[in-house]
């Protein structure tokens, strides 16, 4: 399976649940690819959101199961090492 197939597969998926999702939420995980890391203050630029309600949403995907904390990384703009997140992508198994 190609990459962009495996893409577009896991965002068809993450796109069947919408209707279970706030806006908000679907913002963020539209604007992450799979298998890519990023952090609070990316998905802040990512999606032109403030820092409280992506913090918000991002918990709630967290813990929804949408996005995963995989462990850190080092954020562009501090320096310091933050939590990375990730899409939890079901599908990336079939590969």
Same mark, same amino acid.
């Given at each position: 399976?190609?990459?962009?197939?495996?893409?577009?597969?896991?965002?068809?998926?993450?796109?069947?649940?919408?209707?279970?999702?706030?806006?908000?939420?679907?913002?963020?995980?539209?604007?992450?690819?799979?298998?890519?890391?990023?952090?609070?203050?990316?998905?802040?630029?990512?999606?032109?959101?403030?820092?409280? !309600?992506?913090?918000?949403?991002?918990?709630?995907?967290?813990?929804?199961?949408?996005?995963?904390? !995989?462990?850190?990384?080092?954020?562009?703009?501090?320096?310091?090492?933050?939590?990375?997140?990730?899409?939890?992508?079901?599908?990336?198994?079939?590969?």
């Amino acid at each position: 399976m190609t990459r962009d197939t495996a893409d577009s597969s896991v965002r068809a998926f993450y796109e069947q649940h919408a209707g279970e999702m706030q806006r908000q939420e679907l913002r963020i995980l539209k604007a992450m690819a799979p298998r890519q890391l990023y952090t609070r203050r990316e998905l802040e630029q990512l999606t032109g959101m403030r820092t409280g !309600p992506l913090c918000g949403r991002v918990n709630a995907l967290i813990k929804a199961g949408y996005l995963e904390v !995989p462990g850190n990384k080092v954020c562009t703009e501090s320096g310091r090492l933050v939590e990375a997140l990730r899409l939890v992508a079901q599908q990336l198994e079939l590969i």
